[in-house]
């Protein structure tokens, strides 16, 4: 019997060793990464063998045209990401030859505008030839994106010296929304987390921070006109966002090209709403008594639209863009239908039994009290699967991943502006290599009218907080979440995975080099000696 179990242990063991060797030798092939390639791919690029040196103690970024406080502190911060050093210790003018080139002509055509919005100008024109390097763009904003692409083109070659091709880039964004969410309410992310993910960000063209600021779990948003809502609705006061905190994350993403767009959603995902504000959340009955629950905001009290009024006055005045995501998802609509005042108010209003009327008629108020501080407004796409009639000012955002692609063709027939979220979800983890799956998500992918292609303007990826906090949100963040970026930023076209890989292995080389702790995609390699040597 002992002989018998033996042999079926040393059968099994060997049947699994056996197979996950023939699984990782499939699976996780090495992949070598390419040198000086840029990600996202522009839309039109070519390189020639043209070599030219850079002696970074020479170097500078000249602006030929308009400037202002955003060009000026890209230059600095270009300077450092490139060649390691600032600006004011460049007082070396080393004996140069041939072939070397010393500066980037930055040449902005218009005036800068003090803040990114939807539908910002983010073109530019790179040309790196003998007779110098020159980047056009018309805007500040394309300014940003080409001195990204520029940075991604010079390698390291000695402490020293660095290189660069002969290169041609036109290039414009396909989508003009390219997002990505963070949740700060499940866990509490630290100021300087989300600016070094605000910085990652940049460095792949993404030009919206959706800020989920809160949940059910946690309300870190310090209100003036509310304060008790972060002292009763936080964690504790070391996990809140001050004002002056969210002045200088506001800040930091305007001088990177990248709105941000806070989300306050509700009636549902509001219960750390109601720690604070009496009477804000309906009270949930088993029979003919509250039991002690809370449901949804409550739609039939007056006092509900006083609160959001005087609450949505102040985020208008708090977050410069012109959008705020006013959530609206997962409504459950069981506590509504227990409270007794409820039932009353429908009968009132004739909805008959139809809570979806009822969701309609709180989001209608929503809505209005937004508009009424000159706000434009996202939601999730649930108020316009249940039938509410909204105004087509709305971007609806697709977030459930089943289906998804009917949901953007349904949505974009009845009209909206639609950004496609569901099949980018960050914080779903498995083993293997995951990123070819996003790689081959194109939102504008169904059998819909040019009409309503146009309506989709673009995408989120989105990194939900159950389960990272400050400790490896970065790192399981990116580089998986460029992937979105190259698909939302590239050509319709530029959809081959295969030839993708060894770009997205040195993006991953070039984040590591620039002090992101971005985790491996492909699985087994190394990355060149030309991201090893120190800057």
Known sequence: MAKTVALFLFVYVAGIVAGHGEYRGKETMSVTATLGMPWPMPQQYSSTQELFTINRNAFKFRATGQSCDILESAFFRYQTIIFGLREEVLKFHPKLRAGTLTELDVNVKNKCDRYPYLGMDESYNLTIA????????????????????FSQLVLQ??????????????????FQHRG???????????????????????????????WHIVDDQSFPYTSNNFPDMSKMGGYDSRHIYTQDQIAEIIEYARILGIRVVPEFDSPGHSQSWGKSIKDLLTKCYSGS??????????????????????????????FPDHYVHLGGDEVNFDCWKSNPNITAFMKQKNFGTDYAKLEEYYVQRLLDIVSGVNKGYMIWQEVVDNNAKIPKEAVVEIYRNQAYMLDVYLT??????????????????KYGVQWQAFYACDPRNFNGTAEQKKLVIGGETCMWGEYVDNTNVISRTWPRASVVAERLWSAQSVKDATAAAPRLEE????????????ESVNGPGYCPQEYSIPV
């Not at 020159?134 to 394309?142: E, P, R, T």
């Not at 010296?161 to 290039?171: L, Q």
């Not at 700060?184 to 921070?209: C, E, G, P, W, Y």
């Not at 002690?292 to 009024?309: C, R």
Request: aromatic share 12%; charged share 20%.
């Open 130 to 149: 003998a007779s110098g390097a020159i980047l056009n763009s018309n805007s500040v904003w394309g300014a940003l994106r080409g001195i990204e692409t």
């Open 412 to 429: 974009t027939l009845k009209g909206y502006r639609t950004v496609l979220q569901a099949c980018w979800y960050l914080d779903l983890i």
């Open 289 to 318: 008594k509250p039991n002690g629950q809370y449901g949804p905001i409550d739609p039939s009290l007056e006092s509900s639209y006083g609160f959001l009024a005087k609450f949505f006055a102040e985020i208008g005045k708090v």
């Open 180 to 210: 990505l969410l963070l949740d700060t309410s499940r866990h509490f992310l630290d100021v300087t987390i989300i600016k070094q993910n605000l910085l990652a960000m940049s460095q792949s063209k993404f030009n919206v921070f959706h």
């Open 157 to 174: 070659q000695s402490t020293d010296m660095f290189s660069v091709n002969g290169t041609t880039v036109v290039d414009y964004p396909r």
């Open 507 to 518: 993006h991953r080389c070039r984040m590591i080099k620039r002090g992101f702790p971005a």
